[in-house]
C-alpha cells in the first residue's frame, strides 16, 4: 500500500504563490499515474493536475499558465507550484494515485489526507 502526505498548505494573499508536496512511500514501485485535486466547501473534489501514465500532464482549464505540476523521483515527491492565486483557488488539495495494475494484480487508489490553501483577497 502507497501512503502520501501532502504538505505546503497555508494562507497566501490574492496573487502569491505557495509550493505544495507530496510525500509517498510504502508500495511506491510502478507509480506512473500520479496528481493533486482539490475540493472547496460546498463542492465536489476536482481535479487540478497530473501525471498521466504515459508521462504527459493536464491542467485544469482554471489552473492552465497558473500552476505547474512536478515530481522528484529521488526523494519519492511531487510538487505542486501554485502562482498568481486567487480566492477561487481556496481549497483542500490531495495527492492521488490512482489504482494500478500490476502482474494482473491490482492495487488498490490512494489518496492523501489532505492539505488546506486558503487565498485571501
Known amino acids: 500500500q502507497v501512503q502520501l502526505v501532502e504538505s505546503g498548505g497555508g494562507l497566501v494573499q490574492s496573487g502569491g504563490s505557495l509550493r505544495l508536496s507530496c510525500a509517498a512511500s510504502?508500495?511506491?514501485?510502478?507509480?506512473?499515474?500520479m496528481g493533486w485535486y482539490r475540493q472547496a466547501p460546498g463542492k465536489e473534489r476536482e481535479l487540478v493536475a497530473r501525471?498521466?501514465?504515459?508521462?504527459?500532464?493536464n491542467y485544469a482549464d482554471s489552473v492552465k499558465g497558473r500552476f505547474t505540476i512536478s515530481r522528484d523521483n529521488a526523494k519519492n515527491t511531487m510538487y505542486l507550484q501554485m502562482n498568481s492565486l486567487n480566492p477561487e483557488d481556496t481549497a483542500v488539495y490531495y495527492c492521488?494515485?490512482?489504482?494500478?495494475?500490476?502482474?494482473?494484480?491490482?492495487?488498490?487508489?490512494?489518496w492523501g489526507q489532505g492539505t488546506l490553501v486558503t487565498v485571501s483577497s
Open positions: 501525471f498521466t501514465s504515459g508521462g504527459s500532464t
Open positions: 510504502g508500495s511506491i514501485f510502478s507509480i506512473n499515474a
Open positions: 492521488n494515485v490512482p489504482k494500478r495494475n500490476l502482474a494482473t494484480v491490482w492495487y488498490p487508489e490512494v
